[in-house]
C-alpha cells in the first residue's frame, strides 16, 4: 500500500546545525496491517511518520501511496491525499481547546463542506463509538487524557481514512487506559484499517496487536522487518 | 430542518444589519421631505434679512460670519495674537480672503 | 456551489467559536472598532449634510457685499457711497445694512443685532432669535434691557420670536428699527454697515466686483460665489475637528494592526499547525482568517455607522455640539436635513474595514504556509 524508497531527510542542511534524521530508508507497508515502528527517541520515527502522513516532505527518494507517487505533488493536492487517507493520533492530541469534543471531531471534515446534520450525526456516532456520547458538548480542555485521546481517535476517523497514523500513543496514558487503546486499534484493525503506530512502550509494541515491528535506530532501520507474531 | 450554527446567526446579523442600513437609506430621504419645510422657511429668512452666514460658532466676529471676515478679524487685537477661540480651529480662513491680498501684493510690486 | 457556500459556513462556524474562546477582547475589539467607525461617520454625516444646507440656504445671500475697510479693520460705510454705486451699470438693487455684535454680559453670549427693514418693527420692540430666547429665558412680551456700548441703558419689549425651525441661520439674532440700531450703537444717519447689491445679469457679477473696487480703492466687494466657497470648504479634512479625529482614527488602527501583525501568538501558531496537520490547506486557513476579519470589520462599519446616523439625523449630533460650541455660550439647535453621499460612505467602508481584513491576514499568510509537521513535534 505504502512504499518508501530510499528517503533522506535532513534538517537545517548546510548550516551548523545540520542534522540527518532519516538516510537511506526502504519500507514496505502492506494494506490492513497492524505495524510499529520502534526505537529510542531520536531515532526518526516521528520523521518517518510525518514523511509517511505527507505531514512533511522528505530531502530526497521516494514515496508511493496505492501504485501513485506522490513525492512530488504541490501542496493543496498532498493536502488532498492527507484528508483522504490518513488519520492521525497525536502524541499530545493536539486537540483545539475552547471547542467541544464534538466540534473538534468533525474540525477535519470542515473544508470538506458536507451536509452538516449527516456530519454531525457522524461525529456523535464515533463518539458514542468510543464511549463518549456524554461528553459530547464538553469542551475538549474539561476532558480527562484518556478522553481526549479518545477524542482524536474519533477526529482521526471522521473522513474515514484508510490508513491510521498514531505517534508514541500510550506515552502519555497509564497501564489501563494503554489497554483501553490497543484494544480500540484492535477493533480498527478488525475493520480492515492499516494502522501505522511509533512507539518505545513494550506494552503496545509486544503485544499480539501489532502484526509487524520495524526496528529503528539513528535515522536507518536496524533489520529486515520482520513479522512479530506468528500471523501473516 | 436547518441546524441552529453559529454561522447563520451571524450571518443572520448581518444580514439584518445590512438591511438597517438599507432602512437608514429610506429614512434619510423620509426626514428630508418632512424637513424641507423647515429649509424653505430658512432659505426665505436669509433672502428676506440678507444673511450670509450660517449661525454655528458665535463666539467670535470671524467664526460667527466666516464669509465676511478679514485676514485680519482674528488679530485684530495683534498682528500675533493667538487665536483664542476653540471654534476658530475648526475652520480655515475662507480661501478667498487670501486671493484679495495677493491681488494687493501685486499692486504693491513697483516700489513708490 | 452549494459545497462552496457549505463549506464558507463551516469556515465562519470554526471563526466565530474561536472568536468566542476571548469573548472579552473580541467583544471589546468590536466596541473600540464600531466606536472609531461611529466617531467617523458622525462627523462625515454630520459636515456633508451642514455643507449641503450651507449650499442650499447660502444661495439666498446677496450677491454681492461691499465692505469698507480702513487700516486692516471693517469701517462704517460713509454717506454718498450709497448714491455713487447707483450710478454703475447692471446694479438692480442696493441697499445699505445695518448689523453689528453685541456681548451680553447677563448670559456672556455674543448676538447679532441687525435692522429689518420690511418687517416694520414698533420702536422700542425687538425680534429675537429661538436660540437666544432659551438662553436668555425671555418669551413674547417681555422686557430686555440692553447697556449699550455708550453707557446708556435701553429697554425694549420681545415682539416677537424666529421659528425655532430656522435656528440654524437665526439663532443669535435681534431684529429691530433703524431708528433704534443706530440710537443703540450711536451711529449717526447715512453710515451703514456695509452694502449689499443685486445684479442684473448673474454673469455680470465678477464685472461689477472689479469695477467696485475699482471705484471704491478702500471696499472689498465678497461675492456670493465666495460665500458658498467658504462654506463648501467648511469642516475639509485639513480642520481642526476633522484631522483631530482622523488621526486618532488613524493611530486607533495603527494600534489594531499593530497587535495583529505581532501578537500572533504560540497558542494561535499551534492551532494553525493542528488544522493543517488534520487536513486544512493554507487557503481554508487563510479564507477562515479572513471570515474573522471580514465579519468582525463589517459589523463594526453596520454598527458604528447606523450608530452615527441615528447620532446626526434623529439626536441632532448632540455629541458633536460641545465641540463646535467651544467657549459660546449660544448654540443654535437645529435639525439637519439627510443628505448621504454614497462615494464618502463607500470611502468611509474601505477604510475602515480593509486596513483590518488585511491586517489579520498578513501575519496568518505566514504561518499558515509553514510544514505542519511541527505539530508532531508537540
Known amino acids: ?232 | 430542518m436547518p441546524v441552529s450554527r453559529p454561522s447563520h446567526l451571524a450571518l443572520g446579523l448581518l444580514c439584518c444589519c445590512s438591511a438597517l442600513f438599507a432602512v437608514s437609506l429610506v429614512d434619510a430621504a423620509r426626514l428630508r421631505q418632512q424637513r424641507a419645510g423647515s429649509g424653505q422657511e430658512m432659505l426665505a429668512l436669509v433672502r428676506q434679512l440678507q444673511l450670509t452666514d450660517l449661525c454655528l460658532f458665535t463666539e467670535a466676529r470671524y467664526t460667527r460670519h466666516p464669509s465676511q471676515a478679514d485676514l485680519h478679524s482674528a488679530f485684530q487685537d495683534h498682528p500675533l495674537a493667538l487665536e483664542h477661540f476653540p471654534s476658530g480651529s475648526l475652520l480655515l480662513p475662507p480661501a478667498t480672503l487670501s486671493g484679495h491680498h495677493e491681488r494687493l501684493d501685486r499692486e504693491t510690486e513697483v516700489p513708490d | 456551489m452549494n459545497v462552496w457556500i457549505e463549506k464558507q459556513k463551516y469556515l465562519i462556524d470554526f471563526t466565530l467559536a474561536s472568536l468566542a474562546r476571548r469573548k472579552a477582547k473580541n467583544l471589546g475589539l468590536l466596541l473600540v472598532y464600531s466606536l472609531i467607525v461611529f466617531l467617523l461617520a458622525s462627523v462625515m454625516l454630520f459636515t456633508h449634510a451642514l455643507r449641503q444646507a450651507a449650499n442650499e440656504l447660502l444661495a439666498g445671500a446677496p450677491e454681492i457685499v461691499l465692505q469698507r475697510m480702513v487700516a486692516g479693520r471693517h469701517d462704517l460705510i460713509p454717506p454718498g457711497y450709497l448714491e455713487r454705486i447707483a450710478r454703475l451699470r447692471g446694479v438692480l438693487e442696493k441697499q445699505g445694512r445695518l448689523w453689528g455684535y453685541y456681548y451680553d454680559p447677563v448670559v456672556k453670549a455674543n448676538y447679532t443685532f441687525m435692522v429689518a427693514d420690511d418687517r416694520l418693527l414698533a420702536p422700542g420692540t425687538l425680534v429675537v432669535g429661538a436660540g437666544l430666547a432659551r438662553t436668555r429665558g425671555v418669551a413674547p412680551g417681555n422686557l430686555i434691557s440692553f447697556r449699550a456700548y455708550s453707557g446708556k441703558l435701553f429697554t425694549f419689549s420681545i415682539a416677537d420670536i424666529l421659528p425655532a425651525k430656522s435656528e440654524l441661520v437665526s439663532a443669535d439674532l435681534v431684529l429691530l428699527g433703524e431708528a433704534d440700531f443706530r440710537a443703540f450703537f450711536d451711529i449717526p444717519p447715512g453710515h451703514y454697515t456695509d452694502i449689499t447689491l443685486r445684479v442684473a445679469n448673474p454673469l455680470e457679477v465678477r464685472n461689477i466686483a472689479s469695477k467696485l473696487a475699482q471705484q471704491f480703492p478702500d471696499s472689498r466687494p465678497i461675492l456670493r460665489e465666495e460665500i458658498l466657497r467658504t462654506y463648501d470648504s467648511i469642516f475639509s479634512w485639513r480642520e481642526g475637528i476633522v484631522l483631530a479625529l482622523a488621526t486618532l482614527a488613524l493611530l486607533a488602527f495603527a494600534i489594531l494592526a499593530w497587535e495583529k501583525a505581532s501578537g500572533l501568538s504560540a497558542d494561535e501558531r499551534r492551532e494553525i499547525g493542528i488544522l493543517k496537520a488534520i487536513g486544512w490547506d493554507t487557503g481554508d486557513v487563510l479564507r477562515m482568517k479572513f471570515w474573522e476579519g471580514a465579519m468582525l470589520s463589517l459589523s463594526a462599519f453596520l454598527l458604528g455607522y447606523l450608530a452615527a446616523y441615528l447620532h446626526v439625523f434623529h439626536f441632532s449630533a448632540s455629541l458633536l455640539a460641545p465641540v463646535l460650541k467651544g467657549w459660546a455660550v449660544l448654540y443654535p439647535r437645529f435639525e439637519l436635513s439627510p443628505v448621504i453621499d454614497g462615494l464618502q460612505v463607500t470611502t468611509l467602508f474601505f477604510f475602515t474595514v480593509f486596513p483590518y481584513a488585511a491586517a489579520t491576514l498578513v501575519p496568518i499568510w505566514r504561518a499558515a504556509i509553514s510544514d505542519p509537521d511541527a505539530v508532531m513535534r508537540g
Open chain 1, 1 to 232: 500500500m505504502i512504499e518508501l524508497r530510499q528517503i533522506h531527510k535532513t534538517f537545517n542542511a548546510g548550516r551548523e546545525n545540520e542534522f540527518h534524521a532519516l538516510t537511506g530508508i526502504d519500507l514496505q507497508l502492506p494494506a490492513e496491517c497492524v505495524t510499529a515502528l520502534r526505537g529510542p527517541s531520536g531515532s526518526g520515527k516521528t520523521t518517518l511518520l510525518s514523511i509517511i502522513g505527507c505531514l512533511a516532505r522528505p530531502t530526497s527518494g521516494r514515496v508511493r501511496l496505492l501504485e501513485r507517487d506522490i513525492s512530488g505533488l504541490p501542496e493543496r493536492f498532498l493536502t488532498e491525499v492527507r484528508r483522504r487517507t490518513f488519520g492521525f493520533v497525536f502524541q499530545q492530541f493536539n486537540l483545539i481547546s475552547g471547542l467541544s469534543a464534538s466540534e473538534n471531531v468533525m474540525l477535519p471534515a470542515y473544508p470538506l463542506g458536507g451536509d452538516r446534520q449527516a456530519l454531525q450525526a457522524r461525529a456523535e456516532q464515533l463518539l458514542a463509538g468510543l464511549r463518549l456520547a456524554h461528553r459530547r458538548t464538553t469542551r475538549v480542555e474539561l476532558l480527562s487524557g484518556g478522553e481526549q485521546q479518545r477524542v482524536a481517535i474519533a477526529r482521526a476517523l471522521i473522513n474515514e481514512p484508510p490508513v491510521i497514523i498514531a505517534d508514541e500513543p500510550t506515552a502519555n496514558l497509564d497501564t489501563a487506559l494503554a489497554m483501553e487503546f490497543m484494544a480500540i486499534i484492535e477493533e480498527l484493525a478488525g475493520t480492515g484499517r492499516t494502522v501505522l503506530l511509533s512507539s518505545h512502550d513494550p506494552l503496545l509494541v509486544e503485544s499480539s496487536l501489532v502484526k509487524r515491528v520495524v526496528d529503528m535506530r539513528d535515522g536507518r532501520i536496524v533489520h529486515p522487518a520482520v513479522p512479530a507474531g506468528a500471523g501473516r
